[in-house]
């Protein structure tokens, strides 16, 4: 087993992925806030 090093792993494709799952939940979010506030006002 290779001995593990802290801090040298290549962590870049990681990130990204965390920087799009965030930016998905945070629109998503918006949009359904947007939509029951709409909702709200129009009465359905």
Same mark, same amino acid.
């Given at each position: 087993m290779a001995d593990h090093k802290h801090g040298e792993m290549d962590i870049k494709v990681q990130e990204k $992925?965390?920087?799009g799952f965030m930016s998905m +939940? $945070?629109?998503?979010?918006?949009?359904?806030? +947007?939509a029951l506030i709409f909702l709200a006002l129009v009465g359905a």
């Open positions: $992925t965390f920087e +939940v $945070t629109k998503g979010t918006v949009i359904i806030i +947007v």
